[in-house]
């Protein structure tokens, strides 16, 4: 079966090459990248505590160095505002409810406030209860799913964040695209910093291609990715144009099939080649999430808890190393360095990206903030 090659132009991308002429900003300071985004979002329909929000989870995202998931996006998420593919001014509705559990609605809207409203509704009901579970369908893309797990993180839970997504991999030994990149993630309190987990259940995810075309950089390894016609591929236009490849094979197909099960079938939502190419800027994805917060106190006391979080880390980093190993980190701890190191210097341009954000505050009249 020979699949159609889709549309790979949700960002602008450039040659790589850079105009010398061009006064471009190599990097920006967090606050004022989110004052910008905020006041951009509330230009095409947003409510302004909705636009803090989405701009606060894009910009934290980029801040931890998850650069395929932060404010590279911005461009498609304004336009997808302005062509009818999110709506801006969706509320997170409820429309079934227990004590620990919700069932909700995302009217179309932005994932990114809808798993931060549910994540919230999940927090109160663990609060309450010990435990909470929120599922939502008709959503659109969250983007870095650590951004919830941590925020519950932030209250003394544990966080739980599950996506579906645009289809990007075929089961094994398929041809259709009927799974998408499906991450998961888990974050727990800690005394330094959050132990946070998130992974996509394919080698890698399609936007990190898109970077990489945007960079101007053409290969990739050859176990990423096959073409439409099924065959392995280290060209990076061909791999936008055919299909993601599981990691660890059929572990990494298991994951995306159960992620899915408790996202879209749980969720009564969009499954499989039902749901939305996020590409396609006048048209609703479907995306389902299911955002989880255990409270810690309801086992042991929070602070005993993350004294004992702690130990265990600092078992793993002083694990005896390897003849010329490195510095041995736990989950989460690259991302909190990397945030402290990017609030005090900034968060770096790709001159590509520059270009584009320049673009959207020149459309809409807010000029992105000078360094």
Not at 40 to 52: F, K, P, S, W, Y
Not at 204 to 230: F, S, Y
Request: proline share 5%; glycine share 12%; with cysteine.
């Amino acid at each position: 079966m020979m699949l159609e090659a889709r549309n790979c132009a949700p960002y602008q991308f450039s040659s790589g090459e850079e105009n010398e002429n061009e006064n471009l900003p190599a990097r920006v300071g967090a606050d004022a990248l989110k004052d910008w985004c905020s006041r951009i979002l509330t230009c095409v329909g947003m409510n302004r505590d909705d636009a803090e929000v989405m701009a606060y989870i894009l910009v934290e995202t980029d801040l931890m160095g998850v650069d395929t998931h932060g404010v590279l996006k911005f461009p498609m998420y304004v336009s997808r505002a302005q062509k009818g593919g999110d709506n801006p001014k969706a509320k997170l509705q409820v429309v079934r409810e227990t004590p620990t559990t919700a069932l909700c609605d995302g009217q179309g809207g932005y994932g990114q406030v809808m798993g931060w409203r549910a994540m919230e509704l999940a927090i109160q009901k663990a609060r309450e209860t010990g435990v909470g579970f929120v599922s939502v369908a008709n959503s659109n893309t969250l983007t870095a799913c650590r951004i919830y797990s941590r925020l519950a993180t932030e209250h003394g839970c544990i966080g739980i964040c599950i996506t579906n997504g645009t289809p990007q991999m075929p089961p094994p030994g398929g041809m259709e695209r009927l799974l998408g990149t499906s991450p998961w993630s888990f974050g727990v309190p800690g005394k330094t910093f959050p132990v946070v987990f998130d992974m996509a259940c394919t080698v890698v995810g399609w936007t990190k291609l898109a970077m990489m075309a945007m960079r101007g950089e053409n290969t990739i390894p050859g176990d990423w990715a096959v073409t439409a016609e099924g065959r392995y591929t280290t060209d990076v236009m061909e791999a936008m144009n055919g299909l993601m490849l599981p990691f660890g094979g059929h572990k990494g197909y298991a994951l995306s099939c159960m992620a899915e099960l408790l996202t879209g079938v749980l969720s009564g939502g969009r499954v499989a080649d039902k749901l939305g190419y996020y590409g396609n800027h006048d048209q609703n994805t479907g995306i389902s999430h299911l955002l989880g917060a255990i409270k810690i106190d309801s086992f042991m006391p929070l602070e005993q808890f993350k004294e004992r979080v702690e130990r265990y880390v600092s078992r793993l980093k002083n694990c005896q190393k390897a003849e010329g190993a490195g510095e041995i980190f736990v989950p989460g701890e690259r991302s909190f360095l990397t945030a402290q190191k990017r609030s005090a210097e900034g968060i770096p341009l790709h001159p590509s990206l520059a270009r584009n954000l320049l673009a959207v505050g020149e459309e809409l009249g807010i000029l992105f903030p000078a360094v």
